[in-house]
């Protein structure tokens, strides 16, 4: 059974920081490309940043230069950090799987990440 669990989540003001963790089981993770996806109310889902299984990174433009990603092949852990949040940043944030060789993709339940003052 796969399970891909999200943690880190909660209510920050504008300028802080958070760390998202999504801890994968039942999976092979590294071989599987890693990814965070966010859903802001009465938006489309989409991509913040993925991680290749060889640790290449890729981020949408919005997040470029504040936002890291990282994996942790040995904890099956893949990480989201994110600096300089803005109120824009709000949304659901949800972990995904992904191997083209498998076609496979798996997703998260996702955790709430609040940017307030």
């Known amino acids: 059974q796969v399970q891909l669990v999200e943690s880190g989540g909660g209510l920050v003001q504008p300028g802080e920081s958070l760390r998202l963790s999504c801890a994968a089981s039942?999976?092979?993770?590294?071989?599987?490309?890693m990814g965070w996806y966010r859903q802001a109310p009465g938006k489309q889902r989409e991509l913040v940043a993925n991680i290749a299984s060889s640790g290449t990174t890729n981020y949408t433009a919005s997040v470029k230069g504040r936002f890291t990603i990282s994996r942790d092949n040995a904890k099956n852990t893949v990480y989201l950090q994110m600096n300089s949040l803005k109120t824009e940043d709000t949304a659901v944030y949800f972990c995904n799987a992904h191997s083209a060789g498998f076609g496979l993709t798996f997703r998260g339940q996702g955790t709430q990440v609040t940017v307030s003052s």
């Open positions: 039942g999976i092979t993770f590294n071989m599987y490309a």
